[in-house]
């Protein structure tokens, strides 16, 4: 018999990925988080800026892990360079909404990698009258930082690999795996879809 139907091929599974970080260590790792920034921000009502796209998926999950009165923003930014690789110039695409003058402030973010996103956010956030800023990565490629960045609650340190999964992506690929895996050959995981080489929202 004869079928169009596309085949389910698995994403979860897929031959083009390593599994580096299971879902059930993110997730521990998540829930001691939590709980260290529940301790430290008791009584201070911070405010956690999730910087769009790829920090959403940490955020939604550490913001249920920490039990305190907290509010959330988020903010949305390009660094222009290919699609592995940032230049450092950097542009606010979506900025907050509220004013954070004496605000607590903590910035989630999912991965450090160059430090050069993160090094003019920080500067950005801080000219603007906050109380404190500090910043939770749930991931730190240190072996590529050229900008130093204090990371003050970090969820692991990883090699210099392109990792995917849990809200990295590869052009825009990849967001929905649950876990963090290192993307073996970037050439066959385009999809069909262009990849730009000017601009990308981190
Ligand atoms: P940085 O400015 O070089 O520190 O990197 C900033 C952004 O680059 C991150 O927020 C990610 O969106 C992206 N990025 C860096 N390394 C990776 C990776 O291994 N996988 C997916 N995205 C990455
Ligand atoms: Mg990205």
Same mark, same amino acid.
């Given at each position: 018999?004869?079928?169009?139907?596309?085949q389910?091929?698995?994403?979860?599974?897929?031959?083009?990925?390593?599994?580096?970080? +299971?879902e059930?260590d993110?997730?521990?790792?998540?829930?001691?988080?939590?709980?260290q920034?529940?301790?430290?921000?008791?009584?201070?009502?911070?405010?956690l800026?999730?910087?769009?796209?790829?920090?959403?998926?940490? &955020?939604?999950?550490?913001?249920?892990?920490?039990?305190?009165?907290?509010?959330?923003?988020?903010?949305?930014? +390009?660094?222009y360079g290919?699609?592995?690789r940032?230049?450092?110039e950097?542009?606010?695409?979506?900025?907050?909404?509220?004013?954070?003058?004496?605000r607590?402030?903590?910035?989630?973010?999912?991965?450090?990698?160059?430090?050069?996103?993160?090094?003019?956010?920080?500067?950005?956030?801080?000219?603007?009258?906050?109380?404190?800023?500090?910043?939770?990565?749930?991931?730190?490629?240190?072996?590529r930082?050229?900008?130093?960045?204090?990371?003050?609650? &970090?969820?692991?340190?990883?090699?210099?690999?392109?990792?995917?999964?849990?809200g990295?992506?590869?052009a825009?690929r990849?967001?929905?795996?649950p876990f963090?895996?290192?993307?073996?050959?970037?050439?066959?995981?385009?999809?069909?879809?262009?990849? +730009?080489?000017? +601009?990308?929202?981190?």
């Amino acid at each position: 018999m004869a079928t169009t139907s596309p085949q389910l091929e698995s994403e979860f599974n897929s031959s083009n990925i390593d599994v580096l970080i +299971s879902e059930t260590d993110i997730q521990e790792r998540i829930k001691a988080l939590g709980a260290q920034l529940a301790h430290d921000y008791a009584g201070r009502n911070p405010l956690l800026i999730g910087v769009l796209k790829g920090a959403c998926f940490f &955020l939604s999950d550490l913001l249920r892990a920490i039990d305190i009165p907290l509010a959330i923003e988020f903010m949305a930014i +390009s660094s222009y360079g290919s699609a592995t690789r940032t230049s450092g110039e950097v542009r606010i695409l979506k900025d907050l909404d509220v004013a954070i003058e004496n605000r607590h402030i903590i910035v989630v973010e999912d991965i450090v990698d160059t430090g050069l996103t993160l090094s003019y956010l920080l500067a950005n956030l801080k000219s603007r009258g906050a109380a404190t800023v500090k910043l939770v990565a749930l991931l730190d490629k240190y072996e590529r930082r050229e900008r130093e960045v204090q990371i003050d609650y &970090l969820g692991f340190q990883i090699p210099d690999h392109f990792v995917v999964g849990y809200g990295l992506d590869f052009a825009e690929r990849y967001r929905n795996l649950p876990f963090i895996g290192i993307l073996k050959n970037p050439e066959t995981a385009q999809l069909g879809l262009p990849i +730009s080489s000017q +601009s990308e929202t981190v």
